[in-house]
RNA sequence: GCGGAGGUGGCGGAACGGCAGACGCGCUGGACUUAGGAUCCAGUGGGGAAACCCGUGCGGGUUCAAAUCCCGCCCUCCGCACCA
């Protein structure tokens, strides 16, 4: 789309008068009332390059932010930047192998911050930049190490040897959370969330945060946030969290010198001299299945395993040993995602403390390290296990059949049957159903004290030790003699020095620092060492939002006062991609903070709204000499020249990237159409919660709107200028009645999208037909030419027509606020829009004179009906029947019934 | 397999028990123009000359009335997935 017009020239003009005028969220302490709004958008990782991702929630908050403000609220609207992390480093680090000079990340980010920063202000986005916070600036990182030595003291912070995914091509650890699984040529493989690597698994010391310790209050929380955040964010949460209720059993296993794997499996003779009887813990959420035991696996993680491997005869002890080293070099979740269960046998037994049966011990690769890290296995009602036993040639025992009347049958010998039933072969319990035998059994091992029922959670503690340069340094020293030592906190911050060789070497750059890493132990002042990993940057993120609340506090984290005044945030808005990771970590640091005393609420976001993806087309040419993307310039130049045919093109809807080449700018198109286009654009494209494609064409809907709106205003203009007021007794037309329920109307459709579901889109379309509506009314009413005073007959309209144009720049002030702005002024306004109010609805104006029903026969429309709107019952069906196309279809028949819903439709029942 | 979202014109989407397709894009015709890829006006779900008929993934049901509620399927997208 080309434009020779230079429209709009007034954006820049408006900025410069809103900068300087700007009044500031007022964030004093004090209680929090019903007119502070706090409104947070995720803040960024500075990029550099606003894209759609960014422009999406931004402008979607700067709106409700402006509303909000317009109807009186007090509204903070932070921004800031979410600035550590890797790809500032490894861009660093590729200019450095370039052989650039004066690289450093520090560097990058900060330039990409100030350009990014300039790319908001064009938009126009309203935010309080006088609380912009960096994460990578000693005065916020001082805070994040503050609370890192707090949730040590509190033990939520420990350190322990830990397997964990290690990215070789980031060079550093991975969090759970952060791995994911990606299948390339039909196989499946965990991946560095970042790049894609996959990723290995690697031993190494490392500082956790228990977040496990807060599994249940998060996921009770989460009953909370049940009508406020998404389903879909909450149930992910759930499943995350993994909560399991089931029974722990302990067993007895046997353990014997010499015994062997192979051959036979034949529990030993009673009283081995060579036995030695030690507790096995077992969970299970299907203890009503123990009778059904008939082996017990074990994890190659088990601590049992290296206890086993010294008893073992040699050949027992090969074959466990190689299994298990095996087993290990796998990440957890690739040995997950292998189809082969495969294990040994260990050649102990342990002893079934209910049925007092012996079963061999396995070790197996199906097992993995979660509640106890060994199962008992029941073949028959498991299918696991099943899948096992008959690789193995194990038995199966049933122990559960249907219930009663249930016509499913069980034929365990095709396959597990894992539905709960009523007990067989159980000892005391034959007979119960499985819901009654889970909670006897539980009961009778915890009276025994041979384990009871138990709670567990998926979720496992997040490993935040990154071994990188580009993050927050952990506030630790380790002291030869002293062992772990916290930094004081007078200490803090520990600094981040700016001259350290960052290239990645897999250790983590700052121990090359000497005199960062070198330091007298704060306890017995010996030579000691800093810890020289920096935090995952999500723990950067995990708290920011309470700092914008007193972002500029040098002694305190923040003023819990302040903090007072604004938690909860009344709305979040951010993408989907961080339904689990940072919305999980910001609710857990939240708890921790409100535990600490400094906030009052467990949950951080009262509301939180998803935003959907704002897509693109790539274009994909697949032919003999090439298979790549390609812009929509050059697939054209390919296809008239004949080198490419239309059928060797791939049109995809993908997320936007520079490797598709298919993403647009939208700083680019600000250039182009203005702000309030592209504000207006990104809006209208569809509900915002909902995924969606960017097609540059589609601008031009609401371009022509601002432009078609802004015209009008300054064609129209001395229509409604010093207009006298309205002669008392003086009415207006039909035409000014239906202009004003227009206006009005949009009003309310504006008030009840900010106040409930934000599908803005309907909005805008609303403020389109109240532009189509004056339009057409100037055109009727053949207005023209100034008022021509008091007695001028056309004044009721004039008035009427003026309304509609202040309604219209209020009620779109908030979506284009350049464009309200400039034609709020041009209609003789002389304070700000935004200063000016938002409009009340008068009820009045609501309400039509004359209204049109449908009238149906039959639940099939046949004719409409024009009446007042204040007509009774009576006369809505006389006139109904009395309409000729009704009684045509009618006739012959007797009428049933005859519906009439007021307002809505009238429906003739005739058989 | 489990969990979540969704399926409506040529397209983006409205309507969440009451005239299906608001609004916009595109398209068709017209006006103004040296010109139109600018602007304005009119039309635009499909079929039919019309009266009308048919239409919201498919099949049932509830109701005077269903895109909307209920039951059973199908398809697409997203997340999780050996968690015992």
Redesign the pocket.
Known sequence: ?????RFPDFEQKWQKVWAENRKPAAGEPGRKTDRDFYILSMFPYPSGRLHFGHALPYTLTDSIARYKRMCGCNVLNPMGWDAFGLPAENAAVEAVRRGEKNVHPARTTYESIEAMRKQMHAFGYSFDWDREVYTCKPDYYRWTQWLFLKMYEKGIAYRKKARVNWCPDCKTTLA??Q???HVKDGE?FQACFRCGTPVEPREIDAWFLAITRYADRLLRGLDELQSTW????T??Q???I?R?E??NIDFTIELRAGASGSGPLKPPGENDPNTQREKLT??????D?TFGVTYV?I?PEHPLVDRILKLVDARTHRRIAEFVKETLSMT??D????????GVATGMFAVNPLSGEKVPVFV???????????????PAH????H??AREYRLPMKQVIKPAPGSDEKADIKQEAYTAQGVLVDSGPYTGLTSAEAIARIGADLAARGAGGPVV???LRDWGISRQRYWGCPIPIIHCPACGVVPVPEKDLPVALPDDVDFLPTGRSPLTDHPAFRSVKCPGCGADARRDTDTMDTFVDSSWYFLRYTDARNDKAIFDPHKAARWSPVNLYVGG??H??LHLIYARFFNMFVHDLGLTAHNEPFARLYAH?LIQGESRRVVTDEMDRYVTEDELKKLLDSGKVEPGQVVRRIEKMSKSKLNGADPTALVRQFGADAVRLTIL????A?????W?D??I??????L??WH?LVLSSAPLVEDLPPMAPGAAINAAAKKLRHAAHSLIEKAVG?FEGRF?L??V??????L??EI??FI?AENLAGPCKGDNDPTVPSRRALAEAFDILARCMAPFAPHTAEECFHALGGKVSVFDAGWPKADPAALVLDE????V?V???????IKLPSSADKAAMEKLALENE?VK??VEGKAI??L?V?P???????AR
């Open positions: 789309m080309t434009e020779e017009r759970n959370e791995v994911e699984t499946e998404p389903e879909l964010v149930s992910q759930r499943n995350w993994g399991s089931g029974v077992v969970f299970t959420t299907r203890a299945t696996a994890a957890e979740q040995r997950a995602s292998g189809d082969e269960k495969e197996a690769n199906y097992v993995l390290m979660y509640g106890t890290g060994a199962v008992m296995a029941v498991d299918e696991r296990d899948e096992f567990n959670y998926k989907r991609e339904a689990i959907g209208f494209l569809g509900p919660e909902a995924d969606s494609v097609d064409d589609g031009k809907g609401p371009y022509n709107f432009r078609r015209d999208e599908a889109n309907t805008i379309a609303k403020a389109m037909e532009v189509n339009r057409a055109a209204i049109e029903l449908p149906q039959n639940g099939k429309v046949r004719g409409t196309n045509r279809f049933q019934k519906i819903v307002g809505k439709i009238i429906n003739v029942v």
